[in-house]
């Protein structure tokens, strides 16, 4: 995406209300451009039954770009040539990520390490040995820089090669204890935020930043972990984009490793060393390995506009329990472009919510 006026424009879409990372793909594949699908943004609210979205003001976005660029980062684009290869693959990849450091890490094979904050010494040991094998190894380790496990994999991995993914503003540090090893990694590999500068790093922030350092990575290890921690959602959407999932096992007299013997119980691999991940995310057959796609091109298609009967019958089928954009094709007997239409005629109305696994519900 190289024209000013669209990069601008399409900031601008993705930092509106009502315009999430599924609504934003979904809106440039149907319009070709951010520029285009802002003009048509009032139309489809209207059809969705509600009012059009609230747009980012424009000296708001220009007071970001210039944030950015003070900081010495830069914006990467859903699109761009240096966005993550592996990223793109995501239905609900970021349409806008900001940036410091070593673009090229995200090329390479990656490798995503995350943990419980309160590990044990134990843990936190074994977490900064086994990065720094994986990184000598040639592997680029990815992390959240939180307290805990992904410390100790971002200070294994420091000395060959890192990405940390944060859940705030790139200029926010948190923990505050870990300014210097944000720096370093920003400096030495790559820090990456999906949030606009200043943004501070609160709880709905995590999974997004979660599905960040699973779509990174070939596969996500998982070194203790309590059950419904943060570091099993990264782990169960690892799974659910195709990535390896890998755990190591605890005892199970501790709590903090139950969800890693969890995940070991449903299917995850075990894994005891350095050896074991590269086994799994290294073919046997060099011919095998998995090329990085080409990015995200825009596919503009003639929309399927949906009349009252279709809005009718599939509004009448959802509800505040999220259900699956699947069933509702099936269940109303529409097409799925026309399904589509309507879903994202909603969203832009502010009456849809989109969750995990592709379900929808009404708000």
Not at 36 to 58: K, S, T, V, W, Y
Not at 79 to 106: C, H, K, M, W
Not at 208 to 237: D, Q, Y
Not at 294 to 322: E, F, K, M, N
């Amino acid at each position: 995406m190289t024209d000013s006026a669209a990069r601008f424009a399409a900031l601008r879409l993705i930092r509106s209300a009502n315009v999430g990372p599924v609504t934003f793909r979904a809106l440039i594949d149907r319009y070709g451009d951010a520029i285009r699908a802002i003009d048509a943004l009032p139309l489809l609210a209207q059809r969705g039954g509600g009012r059009p979205p609230l747009l980012a003001d424009e000296a708001i976005v220009r007071r970001e770009i210039a944030a950015v660029r003070s900081l010495g980062g830069r914006y990467l684009l859903l699109g761009d040539p240096d966005y993550p290869p592996l990223l793109t693959e995501l239905d609900n990849a970021p349409p806008a990520l900001i940036v410091r450091g070593d673009l090229s890490l995200p090329a390479r094979p990656c490798v995503a390490l995350v943990g419980a904050r309160n590990a044990s010494a134990a843990a936190v040991r074994f977490a900064r040995g086994l990065a720094e094998e994986l990184g000598a190894a040639g592997f680029v380790v990815v992390s959240g820089l939180a307290r805990g496990i992904d410390t100790a994999a971002h200070g294994g991995a420091i000395g060959h090669a890192t990405i940390g993914v944060i859940a705030s503003g790139i200029d926010v540090v948190f923990p505050p204890e870990n300014r210097d090893l944000q720096e370093a990694v920003a400096t030495q590999g790559l820090l990456v935020a999906e949030q606009a500068p200043g943004t501070q790093p609160l709880a709905r922030h995590f999974p997004s930043r979660n599905r960040i350092i699973a779509g990174l990575s070939l596969g996500t290890v998982v070194i203790e972990a309590a059950p419904k921690s943060g570091s099993l959602i990264t782990a169960r959407l690892a799974g659910e984009a195709g990535r390896e999932v890998m755990a190591v096992p605890g005892s199970p007299l501790d709590p903090r490793a139950q969800g890693c013997n969890l995940l070991i119980r449903e299917g995850a691999t075990l894994v005891q060393t350095a050896a074991d991940v590269a086994e799994m995310l290294r073919p046997i057959d060099p011919r095998a390995l998995r090329a990085p796609g080409s990015g995200y091109v825009p596919q503009p298609a003639t929309p399927a506009d949906a009349d009252d009967r279709d809005r009718s019958r599939i509004t009448t089928l959802l509800g505040p329990v999220p259900v699956a954009i699947d069933e509702l094709v099936r269940q109303s007997g529409r097409p799925t472009a026309i399904v589509q239409t309507v879903l994202l005629e909603l969203e832009l109305a502010g009456r849809l919510e989109r969750h995990a696994g592709g379900r929808v519900s009404l708000t």
